[in-house]
């Protein structure tokens, strides 16, 4: 089993379409959580941190459910700027080296 | 503006050849990170340090060799040893906690001729 796994997609949604990917983690002791966004050949930019009572930045939401190991995303308002790979990472147990995701594909067509 | 910088941007590598990749950082961060990206998949951890002139092997260090002379650098040489090389590299840099933001270099892509 992977140590984080993720479906890779891709998601096709409308604009303006709400679209949820999960994070499924295999390490009980992992206690950072985050989800990055990637461009196509470009480096991955932190989108948010994950925290236990879930946290919101405009439209997007993220939540963590530690007794099922998965963290969420929720995308609402779907922009066609939103169009990127979402990479799930988790830290290694209790250590601080993270380990990614192979990433969700979005693509949002207008 | 402070960031950390890659270069170049792309490299090509002749078999049996060693290649060097450049990565520096103006963050004053202590901790620095190299990753591999394969098409598809996540980034792997090749090598990281934690302070200078220190560093420890990640999950796929084989073929890779790194070193930590200044805080500010940490190249990363792909050496001959190192049979499937191409791939997309990631250079990231932070501070030492336990919950840390990682910042990217902008990455190499390096091809086999």
């Known amino acids: 089993r992977k140590e984080v796994e993720q479906d890779p997609g891709p998601f096709n949604v409308p604009e303006g379409a709400t679209v949820a990917f999960n994070c499924t983690y295999s390490n009980s002791a992992s206690q950072s959580f985050f989800w990055y966004r990637q461009d196509c050949r470009k480096e991955p930019k932190l989108l948010m941190s994950?925290?236990?009572s879930g946290n919101e930045d405009g439209r997007f939401t993220a939540q963590l459910n530690r007794a099922s190991q998965y963290i969420s995303l929720l995308i609402r308002d779907s922009k066609l700027s939103d169009s990127a790979t979402y990479l799930c990472?988790?830290?290694?147990?209790?250590?601080?080296?993270?380990?990614f995701g192979s990433g969700t594909r979005l693509l949002v067509r207008p | 503006d402070g960031g950390i910088t890659q270069s170049p941007k792309y490299l090509f590598r002749k078999e049996g050849q060693n290649v060097t990749l450049s990565c520096e950082q103006n963050l004053n961060h202590d901790a620095m990170y190299w990753y591999r990206q394969d098409p598809g998949q996540g980034l792997r951890l090749i090598y990281y340090?934690?302070?200078?002139?220190?560093?420890q092997k990640g999950d796929i260090a084989e073929g890779y060799s790194v070193s930590r002379e200044k805080k500010e650098s940490f190249p990363l040489t792909v050496t001959s040893a190192q049979k499937n090389p191409t791939a997309f590299y990631l250079c990231a840099s932070s501070t030492i906690s336990t919950n840390e933001k990682l910042f990217f270099g902008s990455g190499t892509q390096l091809s086999v001729l």
């Open positions: 990472v988790v830290n290694k147990g209790s250590s601080y080296k993270l380990i």
């Open positions: 340090s934690q302070i200078v002139n220190d560093f």
């Open positions: 994950v925290y236990s």
